[in-house]
Structure formats: C-alpha cells, structure tokens
C-alpha cells in the first residue's frame, strides 16, 4: 500500500487560483483489497481539505512514459473518495497524481508509485503485428471475450481487455462460452453472458456482472437466463438482449430490457409482426437473432438474425421501422430494401446511415459489409464496399467504425481482428486465438464508443 497521511498538495496549474491543499491518499491494487480483485486495477481511497469540490481526475502514467491515462472522480462521494485506475499493464510501476478545485481554488497533491500484479498465464495472450497502413492506428482498447473456444486457462471462458500493444490489463472468469462482453453505461461493472445458442440445450444461458475492480459480482442474473449471442448497455445502466421464448430449434426471441437485480420488461416479441424468419439449420421458417445494439440519439434498437440474413431497427414502441436483407414480401418495417448476403451477426449504424454488416457467408470466407441507409423519405440501403481478407469465422463475428473512419473486422473463430483503414489496407492484426464480439473504446471510462 502506498500512501501519506496529510500530505500537501503541490500548487495548482491550470483553471482558478493556485492554493495548497491537504491530502489524505491510500492505494492499491484491487488483488490486495480482496478475494477476486484485479491486480492490473488501483484503488485510490484519498479526501482533500478543500471544502466544495466541484471537479477531479487523477492522472496516472507508467512510469518512463511521456503520455498519461486520466481517471474522472466521482465528487459526489464527498468528503471520502474512492477512484479506480484502470487500463494499467501487469507487473508495471506508475506514478499517480490528484487535481481538485472548487472551481475557484485548483490543488494538484504529490506524485505516488502503484506497482502493478502480474498477470496470470489464465489470461489470454495476443499477437499483434502492424501492417502498411500502421500509422493510422487509432490507440485505445478492445474489450472482447474467449466466445465459443474458451481460450483461457484450461479452457475457462473470459471476459478481458487489450490495450493499443496487445496487453492484457483486465480480466475476468465468464459464463461459458462466453460471446459478449461489455463494460456499463457508466464503466463501473463489465456485463458478460453465455452464447446461449439454443436455450440451455448445448450449454446453459447465463448473464453475469462483475465490477471493475473484481470485487463483486452478480451471477445468473434473474430474468436474463434465457438471453443469447448479445447484449447492450443502455443509459439507465441496464442491459438489453435478445431472449429465447421457448427452448426447442430456432425459436422467435423476445426483446427484454433488465438491470442487475433481476427486473425485466419486454420491449417487442421479435417475430413476423417485426421481420419474416428465414431458413434455420433445421429447415422451415425460423428465427434466430444474434446482435443487437442502442441508440439513444432516437431510442431505438437494431438487432441482427442470421436465418432471414437481415439487419432491422425498431423503436421502443415495438414498431418495425426500416430492413435491410432478407424478405421484403409484406415486410412490417416502413423501409425494406432486400440484400444477396447470407448468414450475419455482427453489425454498427452510425448516425449518419453508415451500415457495417459482418457477413459470415455460408460456406468460404466471411466479409464485412457497408451500406449508406437512406431513412428520410424513399428508404434506400446501397452497398458501397466490402472486405474479404480471406478469412472465416462460421459463427459470431463483428464490425465497428472507429474514429477517423478505420473500421476493426473481428473474425471470432479463426481469432483474428483486422483493423483497416478507408481504403481498406490493413493497420493492424490481432490474434487471440478465438474471440467473442468485441468493442474498440478509445478510454475504459464512461459510455461505450457503441452501444
């Protein structure tokens, strides 16, 4: 544990007037604080003598490093203060520093040494190479899972988070077969659930929560047993998923909104009063959604299903309101335009009607899919590019846009992420081995980049 009692701060830099402050600092890292702690996450416990602190950060740097991560503060803990530094390497030294104001008065507190834990073989390792387009690479982290392959230790199912080299700096044991992993609303908790595939057939459904310090956990949430393939965080920090009506086959799936302690609402069934079913792996006219993502800019949802081939967004209301793939025939949405791709899960809408689809393809290579979705009068979806490396991923796969335009292309069975940039050159590859879904975040605080 390092820490001082009563230790001046340094005078502040910056916004309002320089003054001395006292601070009262304790840290250390989660693994020292309890059973299931994290060793690569500090707990900062500290307080100040400034009175009516309106904001605070600490900024935290490995040490010999020239740039920093900042971790906002919760002043609403006043007058004790409890902070996580998150995204740290293992078996690391950083140096750490508090800034408070009152909005009249900014204090900095003396600089403080956290060493980091190592981190256990368990946890999954990554290569990661740079291709020609590696100057484009947008530094952040990816917060993934081991998906059906359960590549962690003996072939336990985990949750964990890579940074911009390809180290691990989070961790945590998942349901099994874990496909989705994804920090809350507000970053406090990393919401992760079973694969699910056929309702507890091939193995049992499961959503669990954890918090980031690995503390505490929430496991088999009430309500959301019978969740499948993805979930999404929404604003009020509940999750919202795709849910098995009944088990038996591919089956219709109900569109539940829940929170941690087990309270569920339905917000549509997805059937064919919201989207035709398509050919299943047992013939016939079936169901089977597998992603789903939340808008809030206009509160609706999008979810994929892999036997019609299509993307749909309804709104909260339960209301189709545009289709992109499968049938079109007494489509319910408003907008439908049909597509030639067969089987997707993954895909990202962004405000300005940019539509990334992951293609798995029914046999051969997987590829990922952009169109421009037109939703204002005539609705029209055209396909501008796509991207086919070659490489296959029979089930799961994702797409995210990244900012600047780079998109990351997840191939979960074969392991392999692609970052490219607009023109399609590779900026990077990561092989993990096998993964889930997965989500690029340029910070490990608040919000999601998507939801």
């Not at 009563?6 to 007037?17: L, M, P, R, S, V």
């Not at 919401?191 to 918090?211: K, Y």
């Not at 509160?299 to 793939?325: C, E, F, H």
Request: hydrophobic share 35%; charged share 10%.
């Amino acid at each position: 544990m390092a820490g001082s009692s009563g230790a001046a701060g340094t005078a502040g830099t910056g916004g309002g007037t320089p003054g001395e402050c006292v601070f009262t600092v304790e840290s250390q890292t989660a693994d020292k604080a309890g059973q299931g702690g994290i060793p690569t996450v500090g707990i900062v416990n500290w307080s100040v003598d400034l009175p009516n602190v309106t904001t605070a950060s600490i900024a935290f740097t490995l040490m010999g490093a020239s740039t920093s991560m900042t971790a906002p503060v919760d002043i609403t803990q006043a007058p004790n203060y409890r902070t996580l530094l998150l995204g740290m390497k293992g078996s690391k030294t950083y140096n750490f520093q508090i800034s408070v104001s009152d909005g009249t008065t900014t204090c900095m507190s003396m600089s403080y040494p956290i060493t980091t834990g190592a981190v256990p073989s368990s946890v999954p390792r990554i290569t990661r190479t740079t291709g020609p387009a590696a100057a484009s690479q947008k530094k952040g982290f990816i917060v993934t899972s081991t998906g059906i392959g359960g590549t962690g230790g003996g072939g336990a199912s985990q949750a964990f988070i890579i940074d911009a080299d390809g180290e691990p700096v989070w961790w945590a044991s998942a349901p099994t077969q874990c496909s989705r992993a994804k920090m809350s609303y507000d970053g406090q908790h990393m919401w992760m659930m079973s694969l699910n595939v056929q309702n507890g057939q091939n193995n049992g459904g499961a959503v669990d929560r954890i918090s980031m310090d690995g503390l505490t956990r929430n496991t088999k949430i009430s309500g959301l047993s019978n969740c499948h393939h993805d979930l999404t965080v929404t604003p009020t920090n509940k999750v919202a998923c795709a849910s098995w009506v009944q088990q038996s086959g591919d089956q219709p799936s109900n569109l539940i909104e829940g929170d941690a302690e087990g309270n569920v609402m339905t917000v549509v069934r997805l059937d064919d009063m919201v989207y035709a079913g398509g050919q299943g792996l047992g013939g016939g006219n079936t169901f089977h959604a597998n992603a789903i993502h939340y808008y809030p800019t206009d509160d609706t949802y999008t979810i994929s299903d892999r036997n019609p081939s299509m993307v749909v967004k309804v709104n909260r209301q339960g209301q189709a309101l545009w289709q992109v793939g499968g049938s079109c025939t007494n489509a319910p949405a408003d907008g439908c335009v049909g597509a030639s791709w067969r089987v997707n899960h993954g895909h990202h809408l962004l405000e300005d009607g940019s539509l990334l689809i992951f293609n798995n393809g029914q046999s051969g290579a997987s590829a990922a899919l952009n169109y421009s979705i037109n939703a204002q009068g005539t609705f029209t979806a055209t396909q501008d590019w796509s991207y086919n490396p070659g490489t296959t991923s029979n089930v799961l796969g994702d797409v995210q846009w990244l900012p600047g335009g780079n998109v990351l292309v997840t191939f979960s069975t074969a392991g392999i992420m692609h970052e490219i940039d607009p023109s399609r050159a590779i900026v990077q590859t990561i092989n993990a081995g096998a993964m889930g879904y997965a989500d690029w975040r340029e910070t490990l605080y608040g919000p999601p980049a998507r939801l």
